[in-house]
Structure formats: C-alpha cells, structure tokens
C-alpha cells in the first residue's frame, strides 16, 4: 500500500498540506452546517406561510363544527375527530400484529427460507402505493364485503399499509438491544421470552414508541387511501363524535384534498388552508412529543 | 462433603467432565477433541494464545452456543454426572446451574438492585424482603456492598467498568449457580480492579466451583489451581498449575509459558 501511493506515506511533513488540511475541514463544515440550516429554514418558512394562510380561519366554531356542503361558514370538527378515530383502530390493528411479527422474525426465527420470504413479503407490501391499497380496500370493504365507505375498511386498509413499516421499526429497536444483554440474562438461566419480556422490550422501548409516534403521525397524513375506503363524508345531522365504525368518516386529510378540489362551498380556500394548518400542527406534536417521549422513557427504563 | 473425604488426597470431586467436545463455526472447527475434568470447588483457568478457542470452549460448558444459529456442537459435558446435551436436558436449568460472566461487564439497563434480583425474580422469588435480603448478600459476596449500598436504585451504568464486572458477578451469585464460568472477566479493567475480581474469585471457589478463561499468564499462576493450554483448538495440556508453569508436559506449552509464543 504505501509502496504504490508515496504521497500518503508522509503525510505529516509538509506544512501547506496541513493548512490544505484545515481549509477543507473548514469548508465542509460549513457546507453542511449551511445544508443543515436550510433544512430549518425551509420548515420554518413553510409553518409561517400556512400560518399566515390559515390562522385566521381557526376558531372554536371551525374547530368544532360538522362541514358545510353548499354555504360559507362550515367546520371541521367530525373531521379532527374521525382522523383520530381512525388512527386508533389503526394502530390498535397494527401494533400487536406488528410488534408479533417483529419479535418473531427477529428473535425466533432463524435464518432460512421462511424468514426471507416473510422479509421478501413485508418489503413488497411496503412498496405499495398509497392509491392502489385504497383500490384493493374499494372492492374488499367496499364492494364484495358490502360495508359501503367505513372507519373500519379505512382503519383496515390504513394496517395493510403500514404494517410493514410498523415491522420494520420493531425489528430495528429490538435490533438496537445489544446482543450481550441477552446473553447475559439467559446465562442466568432466563428463558428466551423472560429474556426478549424483561430486556430486550424494555430496552427498546424508546425506538418503539418513537417509532410508532412517528408512523402516527403519517397515518394522520395518509389520503389517498382513505377516499375510497372511509370516504369524504362524515354522516350528516350527527355529532361531531361518531363511534360507530361502519359509518363513513372523512379524515381531516382528505377534507382537505376535497374541499380544494371538489368542494362547492364559497370559502374552500379558507376551509382548505385551515385543515392544512390543523392538520400540520397535529403531525407536528405527534413529532416532537415522539422526540420527549422516547427520551424520557429510555431514562425510565435505564433506571438513570 | 469435605468432611467425608480423606485429609491426605488432593483429588477433588469431578464437577464437570468433559469428553470429545467438538465445536465448529460452519464448516470451521474451533475446538478438537477436547477432554478435561474440572474438579469441584477449584479454580480451573484455560490459556493459550488469542484465536486458540478459549472463548469456544467456556461457552460451551453451559450451552452457550445454542443462541448462535450456525454452531454444532459434539461430545459430551457431564455436569455432576448428567450431560448437558443429552436429549431430555433443557438448557434453560444448565444454565441457572452454571452461570457465566462476560469479558465485557453486561449489566442490564437498570438499577443496580434489578441488576442483582433479575435472576431471583425470575426463577420466581418475588417477596420484597427477601430479595433485598439476596441483593445485598450477593453484592457483598462480590466486594460491592459497601461502595453502592446508599445508591442501589441508581443505573448499573453510572457505575464504573470495575464495578460493574463485580455487579455482574454479584447477578450471577444470586441465582446460586453451582458452577460459574469467566471469559477473561478482568481484561476490560484497570490493575486495581482486576485485583479486586482476583481477590474475588479466591473467595469464591469455597461455594463455588470456577471456570476462568483468562490471557494473563501471571494471572492464572496466581488464581487457580487447575491450568489447560489450548492452541488452535487443541487442548494441549491441563494439569495443577504449578505442574504446567514449572514443569510443562507438552514443549508447546513450555514454548508458550516462556513466552516463544506471540
Ligand atoms: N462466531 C464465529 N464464527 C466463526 N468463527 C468464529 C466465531 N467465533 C470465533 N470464531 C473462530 O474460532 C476460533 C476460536 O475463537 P475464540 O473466540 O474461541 O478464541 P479465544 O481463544 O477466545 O481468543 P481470544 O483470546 O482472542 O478471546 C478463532 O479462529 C475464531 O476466529
Ligand atoms: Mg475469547
């Protein structure tokens, strides 16, 4: 090696070469702290421009009130609601299946035919359109079984999507448990599942949560979906609290696709720009409480 | 047991026998044919130089591998008789039997109190008194009570690397293993700590009966009274220590005791 490239082989000796040396440590530096920057300064311009569009549409009436299809003046509030609504029986699908999986595949399973064709499986459902799930959820929900636009068939269609993400996550925090832990809880005579139960989830009980906070916050996001399966209406004459899952439930999301693009009433643009702002805020909070959260819970869970 | 056994002979009980082990990584074999007997209530240390598969060896005596998918292991360790790759054995029991300490202290991130009571609890302890009653014997055990009894609800990792590779003894004293094997347990530490663990593992062969892999050549002329030298998987010789570091059978061991060996 240092027979064929002699420059390399003295690299303390001339002084030019060290100033050389400092001049581009300074530059990259400072090209990534101005990449850095503009990262910050693009969210922020992005937040205050929907601020300046929207905030003056927030109130406690649009907050709270049901739509309106045809006059001035409606609110989002059955939206806010089924948007959450629909995140829970979400999640409540996906996080006990996804964290099973999880476990199994990277604890259990050994490596063979079995676990990369699941692998194989999980990353192909992954890179499934937005669009084409909520086709598959039109016919399955929708179509053959008869359900019409529900919370329930969006809440189902929104697991498929997210499941392998999900997975994923749970793979990777318990990923992060290093492996000297596990030997030393089952050179103590711990079983595998005392083990994975007292150590392992313990110990990656901060990527887990961040993690699902996370794909919460893309499951409030998620659209395209949603529309042909939860639909764009919220069922009329109701309050603005609707539990039952087989009614339709337009999320804040797509309210916000439809009023700009098929909506009929004279303020879309204002309804519009509020959801997006709403909406933004809450995927907002569910970042930052994901950051406070993890960090406190590894605390907790670390004894420290 | 002592008191049934004559004064005058020096041969100890069996503990563990080990017959024809055989382990291998793939295709490649790291152990060969090894056999030995380690005698009860003493301190038995396996050298030789790096790569030589000491490490193989240790991990095999409490089924250590089984969590590797890809390692086979052959042959026979008897613990008390009863072999512990027999087909009805379940390895979860060998291993409270015969407990292990790592080369890196491995304390859980946890206090330092669910350090010491993880195994208790889980072999199904769960009276509060009493498992403040092990944590502490067993961190006294391990010459820790005194520097962390005002701090037992703190994080194992605020403590040193010294301390820590007592609290991870202390965490296997508390399960009461009838074996305890070490993987070099004092390289990662500095001079006075090792002495402390040294110190330690003295104590610890009047309960206990102690596997110690170490690469200190001094170090195990001070500790044990059994000596095995493995080189490329071979288990070249074992016999008392002061045999093997002052009249070695085998001229690759005396080669590596001089240090002719890298
Ligand atoms: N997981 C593994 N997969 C494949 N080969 C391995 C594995 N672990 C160890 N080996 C090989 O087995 C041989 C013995 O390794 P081992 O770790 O037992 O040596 P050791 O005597 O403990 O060495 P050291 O003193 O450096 O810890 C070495 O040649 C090593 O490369
Ligand atoms: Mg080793």
């Known amino acids: 090696?240092?027979?064929?490239?002699?420059?390399?082989?003295?690299?303390?000796?001339?002084?030019?070469?060290?100033?050389?040396?400092?001049?581009?440590?300074?530059?990259?530096?400072?090209?990534?702290?101005?990449?850095?920057?503009?990262?910050?300064?693009?969210?922020?311009?992005?937040?205050?421009?929907?601020?300046?569009?929207?905030?003056?549409?927030?109130?406690?009436?649009?907050?709270?009130?049901?739509?309106?299809?045809?006059?001035?003046?409606?609110?989002?509030?059955?939206?806010?609601?089924?948007?959450?609504?629909i995140l829970v029986l979400t999640l409540i699908f996906t996080v006990p299946v996804a964290t099973a999986a999880g476990i199994y595949l990277q604890e259990y399973a050994r490596p063979g035919l079995f676990n990369s064709t699941v692998q194989f499986c999980a990353e192909s459902l992954a890179t499934i359109p937005s669009i084409v799930m909520g086709l598959f959820g039109l016919i399955v929900f929708v179509q053959v079984l008869h359900w019409h636009f529900t919370a329930l068939g969006g809440a189902l269609a929104l697991t498929l999507l997210n499941l392998p993400a999900l997975m994923r996550v749970t793979q990777e925090g318990l990923a992060s448990v290093p492996q000297a832990l596990r030997e030393g809880s089952m050179a103590l005579g711990a079983t595998k599942w005392q083990t994975i139960r007292r150590v392992v989830l313990p110990g990656s009980i901060a990527p887990l949560t961040t993690g699902i906070i996370l794909i919460a916050g893309r499951i409030i996001g998620e659209t395209a979906v949603l529309i042909y399966t939860a639909?764009?209406?919220?069922?009329?004459?109701?309050?603005?609290?609707?539990?039952?899952?087989?009614?339709?439930?337009?999320?804040?999301?797509?309210?916000?696709?439809?009023?700009?693009?098929?909506?009929?009433?004279p303020d879309a643009v204002d309804i519009g720009n509020g959801s997006a702002l709403v909406l933004l805020l809450i995927v907002l909070v569910f970042n930052i409480s994901a950051r406070i959260l993890g960090r406190g819970l590894s605390r907790h869970f670390t004894g420290k | 047991?002592?008191?049934?056994?004559?004064?005058?002979?020096?041969?100890?009980?069996?503990?563990?026998?080990?017959?024809?082990?055989?382990?291998?990584?793939?295709?490649?074999?790291?152990?060969?044919?090894?056999?030995?007997?380690?005698?009860?209530?003493?301190?038995?240390?396996?050298?030789?130089?790096?790569?030589?598969?000491?490490?193989?060896?240790?991990?095999?005596?409490?089924?250590?591998?089984?969590?590797?998918?890809?390692?086979?292991?052959?042959?026979?360790?008897?613990?008390?008789?009863?072999?512990?790759?027999?087909?009805?054995?379940?390895?979860?029991?060998?291993?409270?039997?015969?407990?292990?300490?790592?080369?890196?202290?491995?304390?859980?991130?946890?206090?330092?109190?669910?350090?010491?009571?993880?195994?208790?609890?889980?072999?199904?302890?769960?009276?509060?008194?009493?498992?403040?009653?092990?944590?502490?014997?067993?961190?006294?055990?391990?010459?820790?009570?005194?520097?962390?009894?005002?701090?037992?609800?703190?994080?194992?990792?605020?403590?040193?690397?010294?301390?820590?590779?007592?609290?991870?003894?202390?965490?296997?004293?508390?399960?009461?293993?009838?074996?305890i094997l070490m993987d070099e347990p004092a390289s990662a530490l500095d001079p006075i700590a090792t002495s402390k663990i040294e110190d330690l593992i003295g104590e610890l062969k009047r309960d206990y009966t102690v596997v110690i892999v170490t690469h200190s050549m001094q170090q195990a002329a001070r500790i044990s009274d059994f000596t095995s030298?493995?080189?490329?998987?071979?288990?070249?010789?074992?016999?008392?220590?002061?045999?093997?570091?002052?009249?070695p059978k085998d001229k690759r061991t005396e080669d590596y005791i001089t240090g002719r060996y890298g």
Not at chain 1, 20 to 47: H, M, N
Not at chain 1, 51 to 79: N, R
């Open chain 2, 1 to 179: 047991m002592l008191s049934t056994e004559p004064v005058t002979t020096p041969v100890r009980a069996t503990k563990l026998e080990v017959k024809d082990l055989n382990v291998f990584y793939g295709e490649f074999q790291a152990i060969k044919d090894a056999s030995m007997d380690v005698p009860e209530n003493r301190v038995t240390a396996l050298i030789g130089p790096s790569g030589c598969g000491k490490s193989t060896f240790i991990r095999a005596l409490n089924r250590m591998h089984d969590l590797s998918p890809g390692v086979t292991v052959k042959g026979h360790v008897r613990l008390d008789g009863q072999d512990i790759y027999g087909k009805d054995v379940d390895p979860v029991t060998i291993r409270h039997r015969i407990g292990m300490v790592f080369q890196r202290p491995n304390p859980f991130p946890k206090t330092i109190y669910e350090n010491v009571v993880y195994g208790p609890k889980i072999h199904g302890l769960s009276d509060r008194r009493k498992l403040a009653e092990v944590c502490e014997r067993g961190l006294r055990r391990a010459a820790l009570w005194d520097e962390v009894k005002d701090r037992l609800n703190e994080s194992a990792l605020d403590l040193s690397g010294g301390q820590q590779q007592r609290l991870c003894i202390a965490r296997v004293l508390a399960v009461e293993p009838e074996v």
């Open chain 1, 1 to 85: 090696m240092t027979a064929t490239t002699p420059s390399t082989a003295t690299p303390f000796v001339r002084k030019d070469n060290a100033s050389q040396r400092r001049l581009a440590d300074a530059v990259a530096t400072g090209l990534l702290w101005t990449a850095a920057l503009g990262i910050v300064l693009l969210l922020a311009v992005f937040i205050g421009y929907l601020l300046y569009l929207g905030a003056h549409v927030i109130s406690w009436h649009f907050l709270t009130a049901p739509p309106s299809e045809i006059s001035a003046g409606g609110g989002i509030g059955p939206e806010i609601f089924n948007s959450f609504y």
């Open chain 2, 229 to 247: 030298f493995f080189l490329l998987g071979d288990l070249i010789e074992i016999g008392t220590t002061s045999e093997v570091f002052t009249k």
């Open chain 1, 231 to 265: 639909g764009v209406s919220v069922s009329p004459g109701r309050s603005a609290f609707n539990w039952n899952p087989f009614h339709p439930a337009e999320t804040l999301s797509v309210h916000l696709w439809y009023t700009h693009s098929e909506g009929l009433v």
